[in-house]
């Protein structure tokens, strides 16, 4: 691996018996006092996770981090988990100079962000040889004409069905199967079934899933919203339908228009109220860390279901870190932090998904039977496409999902004012 100059400067270190809570506060990793400061926006999924063993871990990594690096202090700031607006806000931010030094960019933005020539080159810390061992699909995202590396997709993930099969013993294979399994459970006293209908990335991004398993398309060629004609028009409004249908028949609680953060699964899962919910796959790891053993064993996992068992689908999405300052230090820096923190033991510890196929064959964690199923899974994944009115096709859904949902409007109403407002929104690029 390519050592960079601010390696080679850390000619001394921090006491290593200094605790991670001494170097990591709710703002700030580092000591107060080091004189050379980079500021990083990141996401409340790992420093700062609802979950304890998740943000100890995390806390650990990045103090071994800044034990290496005593001139430098991190100044952390915590983004919300509406992504959308909190993705807009910081290219704004950063396209008024006033955005962070480092930041986690949504895979689905980085089309956004490259379109606007708000990231900067990493370079100096990742080698041709690191940057040819990524997925393809990821090194095209991260790279310009160029090669430069504008970022590092660090993970990779794909959404999935959890069940507790104390409650759901087999894996419902069609949209049919979900509904009858979820009403039997609900019948039970559980909550059938959960998933995101908030206003939030993560609800279109899940539900698109029950699109594409039939073919459907959002953009066409040109980048062009497509997704409310023609036969992509049908597949919108009968995953639409199933989604509605999960709501009023009780399947699914009214609640879930409210959700807009995984960890409300995981909350659900351990206090034993859900039968199903509709997840990422690195809830795994969080379910296994934090649930009794004898709990967590009731729980599996199973490809999401389909309108047919052959129609399958899965999103694939994930985080990347990225530079958005001009000094090169800091742009060095933050690549340092997504590669040694990130990129390696803390997505192991979390179970999610490498970009780099060398990470599966470097960590123990990537060898339970569960990544057989993911691996199995990621066959039929689909990425959000890389085209920059992608956000606001996304705005336009959780719109519509929650107008659906709530009963305040009919589905095909719904389509149509969504569909409007995504060309319009084009039109205007």
């Known amino acids: 691996m390519r050592t960079t100059a601010l390696a080679a400067m850390a000619l001394t270190a921090l006491p290593l018996a200094a605790p991670a809570q001494d170097l990591v506060t709710r703002n700030r990793v580092g000591l107060p006092d080091a004189p050379n400061t980079m500021t990083f926006r990141l996401t409340p999924y790992d420093l700062y996770s609802a979950d304890p063993a998740t943000a100890e871990k995390f806390a650990e990594l990045f103090s071994d981090f800044i034990r290496t ?16 607006q909190e993705q807009a806000r910081l290219l704004q931010q950063t396209q008024a100079g006033r ?16 379109e606007n020539g708000v990231l900067k080159p990493m370079n100096a810390t990742f080698s041709d040889e690191e940057v040819a061992d990524l997925f393809p699909y990821v090194r095209e995202a991260i790279t310009n004409e160029a090669g430069d590396v504008l970022a590092w997709w660090w993970f990779t993930d794909l959404r999935v069905l959890y069940r507790d099969t104390s409650v759901v013993p087999d894996a419902p294979q069609t949209w049919a199967e979900t509904q009858e399994a979820a009403l039997a459970a609900a019948e039970a006293g559980k909550e059938g079934i959960l998933f995101n ?10 539900w698109l899933a029950n699109f594409w398993a039939q073919g459907g398309e959002l953009v066409d060629a040109e980048g062009a919203p497509v997704f409310g004609e023609g036969e992509n028009r049908d597949r919108m409004l009968a995953a639409i339908v199933y989604a509605e249908n999960l709501v009023e028949s009780g399947a699914a609680p009214s609640r879930v228009t409210s959700i807009t953060n995984y960890d409300a699964f995981n909350a659900a899962a351990a206090a034993g109220t ?7 796959n690195w809830q ?5 860390n934090t649930l009794p053993e004898e709990q967590f064993a009731n729980w599996a996992v199973s490809e999401l279901p389909g309108p047919t068992a052959d ?47 060398a990470l599966y064959d470097e960590y123990d964690a990537y060898e339970g039977p569960e990544f057989n199923l993911f691996a199995e899974a990621l066959q039929n ?3 959000r496409p890389g085209a920059a009115i992608y956000p606001e096709i996304s705005n336009q859904i959780q719109i519509m999902l929650g107008d659906v949902l709530s009963g305040a409007a009919e589905p095909k109403a719904a389509l149509d004012a969504a569909f409007a407002a995504a060309q319009a929104a084009y039109e205007r690029q």
């Open 69 to 84: 690096r005593p001139d430098w202090k991190i100044e952390t700031q915590l983004q919300t988990g509406n992504i959308g």
């Open 99 to 114: 955005g962070p030094d480092c930041a986690m960019v949504d895979s689905s933005q980085l089309a956004l962000f490259k």
């Open 197 to 206: 209908a908030g206003r939030w990335e993560g609800t279109a991004f899940d």
């Open 274 to 280: 859900a039968a199903m919910f509709v997840g990422g």
């Open 284 to 288: 795994y790891g969080q379910l296994r």
């Open 311 to 357: 129609q399958r689908a899965t999103g694939t999405g994930g985080w990347a870190i990225a530079a958005l300052t001009d000094d090169p230090q800091k742009a060095a820096l933050c690549g340092e932090m997504a590669k040694e923190i990130y990129a390696g033991p803390g997505n192991a510890y979390q179970g999610l998904l490498p970009t780099s196929a």
């Open 381 to 383: 994944g689909v990425a």
